[in-house]
């Protein structure tokens, strides 16, 4: 028998992946937190259950080959350009910065030019998979923050391909001339520039034929080869296998096929990252960590307070408010899981030692195990820092009885042009600058700043208005205006919106006369629909509405189900149905009459009335004639209904001896 330490190694590997995913989630821990511990654990400098780490780092890379394919096929030009200055003017600023500061702090300690340039590289990234999962687990990534931090997390992802570009200039390997590096990033720019060529004419039509095939087997390895491939075909321009995979990923990006591709390669992503986060663990030295623990814990200490600085710089740019600052820089404090491959890379062409390697790479995942608590205090350190600062100047001196809208968002834009419509006065106000700015050059009474803040609120008036609206994505800015307003004005009536059914009762305890819950209303919408295709009456309809939204939407919140409810629709279920019909001049029904249709033998429905205009004809005469404009009332059961209208519009109607005579219209 063969040996095979790389089965062993598999085994070791998956087993762990498994017993920590599965903690993981039962702990509310990130994934990624507890892959990088078990990494240490299993390693070398651990248990030992690995040894040999060079197995391993094979499969590490192609998980960073499948994570840079991934970003790719989300960086499409739609999704970039809605993130717009978040993601060019955000992440610009803070990548420079804190590569710039970093620089600086290392050539204060002696570094070499090239090593300080390095390491700003290094800390210049966060963590996309930690902060994302994390803000997505707490409702927060539509909130001004989380777009802010996205915007931000996107820049830095599209920036590992150019570092990696950098790393073996920086090391000596390739030469550093400008005319070279010209040469070199020029070259690369034809690359992307004949990727996107491909994009618009050639891989289209193949991706085209993969899915007319319905082979589920080509979709997979359609995926696959345009990943393994795309990376394979850049190191044999001598550039690195990440930055053709994420080639790959752009050039599918912009075609119709990418979600398909997503989801091909979802349980591959998923395999080959855990097994990169696994290696990363193993790959830090717990004796030189432990060596060197006062020197990490420092660094640590000292990178998260700098890159928090920074990206409160970098968020004031973008003139946002000082909360969402402190919210996305505590977000965006740690070290990114890119910076582990810029890591190993410049340990790899000889730019950094093995000292050093360890330090950064037990310094990263030091921050990379902050970052669940750093995220779920930073609502706390905001609401710390930004008190309220008194009253404000009024925004219209003698504003009262007025509607004070709090996030211009579509639930916003759409109440602002109906009150207007109602001749109804009414002030916005929202966190977003470019939104406010818009509003503002289309003549909207709309303010840029935080609701959350008393100062904010009494400028708009809160104490003399009539109505609240808060329609927000930060659930936990959601509660607090609420709260503000309630204390503010006691008399107020406070309208909240929320994504989530669960925050209803929250949000009522915090003061909300009214709580609407997307999710919830969604439901009573899907029904409503439902029921009017069953032909249910619709005042039986509007009360089984009425019946769910009643206490607060207790029916779907109890555990076991309403019985007043179940039981009165399936009372009016069980009777049968009735529905209108308005006859056109295009249907087979105009110019017939009632004998002449047949509607009851052919489907069993019956016109019980005909209203014509003013005239109601209540049991009307088989001899009477149908004209168009006429509306009939037909009760049956839903399927004969059904069947009745396909007759009345033309589609299957018989003709009767009593009608023999009459022209078929329909």
């Not at 990440?242 to 912009?254: E, K, M, N, P, Q």
């Not at 109440?415 to 916005?428: D, M, P």
């Not at 059904?642 to 519009?649: K, S, V, Y």
Request: charge should be neutral; aromatic fraction near 6%; hydrophobic fraction near 50%.
């Amino acid at each position: 028998m063969h040996e095979m330490p790389l089965l062993h190694d598999l085994v070791v590997l998956f087993g762990a992946a498994l017993a920590v995913l599965a903690l993981s989630q039962r702990l509310k821990v990130p994934p990624v937190v507890g892959l990088l511990l078990t990494g240490i654990v299993v390693g070398p400098s651990g248990l030992a259950l690995i040894e040999e780490v060079d197995n391993v780092e094979l499969f590490a890379e192609l998980g960073v080959v499948f994570l840079l394919f991934i970003i790719g096929l989300e960086l499409n030009f739609e999704r970039l350009k809605k993130l717009g200055r978040l993601l060019l003017l955000g992440g610009g600023v803070q990548a420079v910065a804190t590569a710039a500061a970093v620089t600086g702090v290392a050539l204060a300690f002696g570094f070499p030019v090239a090593q300080a340039l390095f390491f700003g590289f290094v800390v210049a990234l966060s963590s996309t998979a930690i902060v994302l999962k994390l803000l997505q687990d707490r409702g927060e990534l539509d909130s001004p923050h989380g777009q802010v931090t996205l915007g931000i997390l996107l820049f830095q992802d599209f920036l590992i391909v150019p570092l990696l570009l950098m790393v073996p200039v920086l090391a000596g390997k390739a030469a550093a001339s400008p005319k070279l590096l010209l040469i070199r990033f020029g070259g690369g720019l034809l690359v992307v520039l004949g990727v996107f060529i491909l994009a618009r004419y050639l891989l289209p039509k193949v991706l085209a034929l993969v899915a007319h095939s319905r082979v589920r087997e080509l979709s997979v390895i359609g995926s696959l080869f345009a990943c393994l491939g795309g990376a394979l075909v850049t190191e044999s321009l001598g550039f690195s296998l990440a930055l053709g995979s994420f080639l790959a990923g752009l050039l599918i990006a912009d075609t119709e096929f990418h979600h398909q591709v997503l989801a091909e390669t979802a349980s591959f992503r998923d395999v080959f990252t855990s097994i990169f986060f696994l290696s990363i663990g193993m790959l830090l030295s717990l004796e030189t960590a432990l060596g060197s623990l006062p020197l990490i814990l420092g660094l640590s200490v000292g990178l998260v307070v700098l890159k928090a600085v920074v990206v409160l710089g970098a968020v004031a740019v973008l003139r946002y408010p000082r909360r969402t600052g402190i919210i996305a820089a505590l977000s965006l404090a740690q070290i990114g899981e890119f910076s582990f491959v810029l890591v190993k890379a410049g340990h790899d062409n000889g730019l950094i030692s093995n000292t050093h390697y360890q330090v950064a790479v037990a310094s990263a995942v030091l921050t990379m195990l902050v970052t669940p608590a750093l995220v779920a205090g930073a609502p706390k350190v905001a609401a710390l820092l930004t008190p309220g600062q008194g009253p404000a100047e009024p925004v219209e001196v003698g504003l009262k009885d007025h509607v004070i809208i709090v996030g211009y968002g579509l639930s916003g834009r759409h109440l602002a042009r109906v009150l207007k419509a109602a001749r109804t006065r009414y002030w916005a106000v929202d966190l977003n600058p470019t939104t406010v700015r818009e509003a503002q050059a289309a003549g909207e009474p709309i303010l840029f700043g935080d609701a959350t803040r008393r100062d904010i609120l009494e400028s708009l008036g809160v104490g003399r208005a009539r109505v609240l609206s808060v329609a927000t994505s930060d659930p936990r800015a959601l509660h607090q205006t609420v709260q503000l307003a309630r204390r503010l004005g006691p008399q107020l009536h406070i309208i909240a919106r929320t994504r989530q059914l669960t925050e209803i009762e929250g949000l009522h305890r915090s003061g909300a006369d009214e709580v609407i819950s997307l999710e919830f209303e969604s439901s009573i919408e899907i029904a409503t629909r439902v029921l009017t295709r069953l032909h249910v009456p619709r005042n039986i309809i509007r009360a089984q509405a009425r019946l769910l939204r009643q206490d607060g939407y207790q029916y779907l919140r109890s555990p076991a189900p309403v019985e007043g409810i179940s039981r009165k629709a399936a009372e009016a279920l069980a009777a049968g149905a009735t529905d209108t019909f308005l006859v056109s001049s295009d249907h087979a029904a105009a110019g017939r009459s009632l004998r002449g249709l047949d509607l009851r033998n052919q489907t069993g429905a019956t016109v019980i009335a005909v209203v014509r205009g003013d005239e109601h004809h209540t049991n009307p005469t088989p001899d009477l004639r149908l004209e168009a404009g006429d509306v009939l009332v037909l009760v049956g059961s839903h399927a004969e209904i059904d069947e009745a209208f396909t007759a009345l519009e033309g589609r299957a109607v018989a003709t009767t001896g009593a009608d023999a005579t009459t022209p078929e219209t329909g």
